[in-house]
């Protein structure tokens, strides 16, 4: 079924739902990236209805499953050596919305919806500095956080 | 100066045009990026005016002097150990819109606008496989392509 962008129609939370019923086929998509020798793959989240590019980090293959088997995003944290649940401390959970895969295999897109902000200086987005006038400018301010966000 | 979003205004090109002006301050963007033990960074191209992730590649530090230079693209392969001129050989060029940097300073984020396509398959973006009904499906198909584009 496809649309008339000759996308595939998008199920919303179809793997969630099918991660959960039949958790088997995680291997089809685990054998489709590229880890590097530390076991790695980029993850590039971004907000699935603005587009904003929120930030990189990095997983393995346990964080994915998880990602994929709680709809939570879980990176692993190559400074802590260990899982690093997006969101456990702080409360800024991103929830799953898509998960992407590139041509190579090597890269990982993830469409989430991100609670609160996403950086940890109170921006939304990590990639808030900008080349301006030759120079690097802050071109967003750090926003006032709901309590409890 | 800033607009009522509270982000500083962003004067096209002005990179460009400082950059050639006044190239000294290159090493002021380059002081704030920190490169692996490969001397890469890895970088993130979104079109600029649909916020489609089109692709992820490494940059070096003197692809991104020649990106601001210039104001096309240019990545370094690690397969070819070499400078990678996005659409040299393809014709489908990156044009830079802007560059930002990450708060830790270990990915850019380059806004571009991409004549044809970024992926080598022939579609719009690298990212088309997702994670439906529990596999990876392709959610777009290869794009014709004007000729010489």
Chains 1, 2 share one sequence.
Request: aromatic share 6%; hydrophobic share 40%; charged share 25%.
């Amino acid at each position: 079924m496809t649309n008339r962008r000759g996308l595939a129609d998008r199920p919303r939370d179809a793997y969630i739902r099918f991660m959960n019923d039949s958790p088997l086929r995680f291997d089809a998509v685990l054998a489709a990236i590229t880890f590097n020798a530390d076991g790695l793959v980029p993850a590039i989240a971004q907000q699935h209805h603005t587009g904003q590019v929120l930030m990189m980090a990095w997983m393995n293959a346990e964080s994915i499953r998880e990602t994929l088997a709680t709809g939570r995003v879980c990176y692993f944290s190559r400074s802590r050596g260990a899982l690093w649940r997006k969101g456990e401390t702080s409360g800024h959970t991103q929830h799953l919305k898509d998960m992407r895969i590139d041509c190579d295999g090597d890269t990982v897109l993830l469409l989430v919806h991100q609670d609160g902000v996403a950086c940890h200086t109170g921006r939304r987005s990590c990639f808030f500095r900008a080349v301006r006038d030759g120079g690097l400018v802050a071109i967003a301010a750090p926003e006032d956080l709901p309590a409890g966000v």
